[in-house]
């Protein structure tokens, strides 16, 4: 079965730091151009961080600039998301997207409060 599965999510307090992981299976995303999303509930889903075939090329929204960062570990088919400095408006749901593949995660839920 083709599949993202998406994990380490949670509750964490402003300024703190969470990494998210989607693994794949079914498919080797190696090569893949992966993708971060997020969604608050009423609003549209929100493009956060990409990361290309090289692994070295990545791009990031401005809301998240300099403290999120999106790297892969192909010899574990996950591409992660780290996310340091974490501020309340960071609270989520995070969507991993396989983009080359049109595939989507199921979703983890992100929540920064004190």
């Known amino acids: 079965q083709v599949q993202l599965v998406e994990a380490g999510g949670g509750l964490v307090q402003p300024g703190g730091s969470l990494t998210l992981s989607c693994t794949a299976s079914g498919v080797t995303v190696s090569t893949d151009i992966m993708t971060w999303h997020r969604q608050i509930p009423g609003k549209e889903r929100e493009w956060v961080a990409s990361?290309?075939?090289?692994?070295?090329?990545?791009n990031y929204a401005d809301s998240v600039k300099g403290r999120f960062t999106i790297f892969r570990d192909n010899g574990y088919n996950t591409v992660y998301l780290q996310m340091n400095s974490l501020k309340p408006e960071d609270t989520a749901v995070y969507y991993c997207n396989d983009q080359s593949r049109g595939l989507w995660g199921q979703g983890t839920q992100v929540t920064v409060s004190s």
């Open positions: 990361i290309y075939a090289s692994s070295t090329a990545t």
